[in-house]
């Protein structure tokens, strides 16, 4: 597998420089990866877009499907209820323990291969995050719920 490395940026430091390695994917990543998650998504029957913000994260924007997420998310029914008002914003480090069913089996496919190639060597306890590139995964939108088909 084809690790990516980010951007690096020389930081002038007294009389020395520092290099600092930032989150970066690129449109050529994106098109790259595209291919596999555009796989999974087809397997599933879910329709999706993926994007770049900010030069730092690879989306993947959920917008209709087949899958219950809205069902296969949360314990309450007012959690359930919020998911299907505003959409869900995936935690892609906690997918395994807030969904169940083909959402778990979705995520579980699609989030690995949005991560392929990167690296996560963050440290939480230190305030020290250095990963290739952030990943999101979100479910409808606030203003455009997710839309379940037969």
Known sequence: MTEYRSAAIIIPVDDNYMEVVMAYV?????????PKIKAICKKYGVKAS??????????LNVKA??????????DTPETRADAEKFGIQVNPYHYKSHFNGDSYFFLSEVIPAM???????????????????????????????YELEA
């Open 50 to 59: 993926l994007a770049v913000r900010n030069h730092s994260t690879l989306v």
């Open 65 to 74: 499907g087949k899958v219950d997420f809205i069902n296969d998310f949360g």
């Open 26 to 34: 690129s449109q050529e990543l994106k098109s790259k990866l595209a």
């Open 115 to 145: 991560n392929a190639g990167n690296w996560d060597e963050s440290d939480a306890q230190v305030d020290y995050f250095n990963v290739g590139w952030y990943v999101d995964v979100n479910i409808g939108k606030w203003n455009q719920p």
